[in-house]
């Protein structure tokens, strides 16, 4: 079956820095006054945090899975011609990283982390329960939120194709970021056999590696 266009290239839409901001401060966490306090990777920021942290553990989140399911209009697209990034979305479990961040960088870690996802509030951030080898933690992370119009929700593995085919954004292109996240994925011992077939379609389209890893050769 063809995939469907007007998921392939939704109507652009846009949100004010009027309304973003508004969600940027109803959504607002609170970072614990003179602690240490996590934070759950599932995507890019396994491989690139960005931020100052003390510890890494490998973690697993209940309830929230990894999906592809968030149009990119900045980073890996534009409003006019997207690619995907990924969102917990609701129902399983998401195995990625949680990384220590130090009570004394905890106020501008967590602007950061909202400069960076919160760019059209398309996320809520939420404190969440994680399990790890050396037990439970708190973290924060961001969950899609599935009223946003940059929310995809279930994609065929075709559409998603197509769409990172054709994404590309300040950051790079969506082939790249899905490699990425990948082969990071497999060198953590969490392999994802869903994305590697999404990734072994996308560079056969391609007809190249779209980055070179010695975890897959």
Known sequence: MPPDRSKVRPEPRRETPTQVRRLRDERRVEVPPNQDFWVFGYGS?????????????????????RRFCIYSHRYRGTPEVPGLVFGLDRGGS?????????????ETVMEYLYDREMVTGVYFPRWVAVSSEAGAL???????DHDHFQYAGHLELEEMVEIVLQGEGESGSCGEYLA???YHLIALGLSDARLERLLELVEE?????????PHLE
């Open 205 to 213: 389209r391609c007809g190249r590696r779209l980055l070179a890893h």
């Open 138 to 144: 708190k973290a924060v992370t961001f969950v899609v």
């Open 94 to 106: 998401c195995r990625g990283l949680a990384f220590r961040v130090p009570a004394a960088e905890g």
């Open 180 to 182: 990425n996240t990948v």
């Open 45 to 65: 920021l396994m491989w690139n945090p960005g931020f100052p942290h003390l510890e890494v553990r490998l973690a697993q989140l209940f309830g929230f899975h």
